[in-house]
């Protein structure tokens, strides 16, 4: 895979670490990307898509799904359009610019993909990773999947459990840890 990046796009045209061991897992999950139903889903949303690595991933490996790629970022918004175009897959990776998925209407989504940043500049930070599983949560249709990679050390855990629904870890390694929430009914 190609990866393409533009100005303060996170991860440049590297693959990061955390994202490497998110799609990894992914690629052994049997069921991925079946809902908790096992009900295969319209489509994936790579929420803080950055340089477009997972959104390209996903839309490779799946020629089933379309993928949405939404940031906060025109940079990273602009790189996973790039991305998209070099991998030949820019028919099915849309991408979006909003705040978190505001934009979106709750439940209103299947499956969801997060590797969430952890810091702001130099200081270790977990209020903007919370903001994201908790709009996650929001926008999932009950059954609905959250795959988030995360830095062990944050135990975001507790809260995919209280935002998003029931959590199981699905791999971790001395630095990430991988889950996968289903969203609760109602």
Not at 102 to 131: W, Y
Not at 143 to 152: A, D, E, K, R
Request: charged share 20%.
């Amino acid at each position: 895979m190609e990866l393409v990046s533009l100005g303060a796009a996170y991860g440049g045209t590297k693959l990061d670490h955390g994202t490497r061991f998110l799609l990894e897992v992914l690629a052994q999950q049997q069921d991925f990307p079946a809902g908790s139903d096992q009900q295969p889903p319209r489509r994936a949303v790579d929420l803080g898509c950055g340089n477009g690595t997972i959104s390209v991933w996903t839309a490779l490996r799946h020629p089933e799904l379309d993928v949405l790629a939404a940031d906060q970022s025109a940079s990273a918004v602009a790189s996973t359009e790039l991305t998209a175009q070099a991998n030949g897959v820019a028919d099915r990776v849309s991408t979006l610019r909003d705040d978190a998925l505001s934009s979106l209407p709750d439940a209103s989504e299947d499956l969801i993909l997060l590797n969430p940043p952890f810091h702001q500049g130099n200081a270790v930070d977990t209020s903007v990773a919370q903001r994201l599983i908790s709009d996650s949560g929001r926008v999932l249709r009950p059954g609905g999947v959250l795959y988030t990679v995360w830095n062990s050390h944050l135990k975001h855990r507790p809260w995919l459990e209280r935002r998003v629904g029931s959590t199981e870890q699905l791999a971790k390694n001395p630095t990430f840890t991988v889950t996968r929430s289903v969203r609760r009914g109602g």
